[in-house]
């Protein structure tokens, strides 16, 4: 017998609605994707579609989120790609979202990027690349090359 899990904050939609804060670290797979469910910190986060967030206290124990501040941030502060209403650049403070942390997604890249190559954090901005990189900063690798600094295919293994 099979289930169909529903959730009740659609992936890809946002709310401030206080219900979501006992659900806030729960995690769902949809499409060969985990998510788990994060809040946003005090502050509204901006950062363009498809960008990293991390968490907050560069700890997972509390799923609050925060823009990333640098490049090759430490694999278990990374929060993951948040998934954000289409056109949405900005995570609005005290806000509930469903983050990517696994699986096959669309990410920003700061450069091109090589086939299979592991992929840190670039900047404050939140894309990827392949130049800072250590075996503590791999988040994710390009199954495919990726151009220049544009978005791809990228799979995340936060989880």
Same mark, same amino acid.
């Given at each position: ?66 823009? !990333?501040?640098? @490049?090759?941030?430490?694999? %278990? +502060?990374? =929060? *993951? ?5 289409? #056109?949405?650049? /900005? ?7 469903? !983050?990517?942390? @696994?699986?096959?997604?669309? %990410? +920003?890249? =700061? *450069? ?5 190559? #592991?992929?840190? /954090? ?38």
């Amino acid at each position: 017998m099979a289930y169909d899990v529903i959730q009740a904050l659609p992936i890809g939609q946002t709310s401030t609605n206080a219900v979501f804060a006992r659900s806030v670290g729960t995690l769902i797979v949809s499409n060969g994707v985990t998510y788990r469910l994060m809040v946003s910190d005090t502050a509204a986060i901006t950062l363009a579609a498809n960008n990293f967030c991390k968490f907050k206290t560069d700890s997972a124990a509390t799923y609050v989120v925060d823009a !990333v501040t640098g @490049a090759a941030a430490i694999r %278990g +502060t990374v =929060a *993951g790609i948040p998934q954000l209403p289409s #056109g949405v650049t /900005t995570w609005a403070l005290s806000t509930y979202a469903w !983050v990517a942390r @696994a699986g096959r997604v669309t %990410g +920003t890249t =700061a *450069g091109a990027v090589a086939v299979g190559v #592991g992929l840190a /954090t670039h900047s404050t901005a939140g894309a990827v690349d392949d130049t800072t990189v250590t075996y503590d900063t791999v988040i994710a690798r390009a199954p495919t090359a990726i151009g220049s600094a544009t978005t791809g295919v990228l799979d995340l293994d936060l989880e």
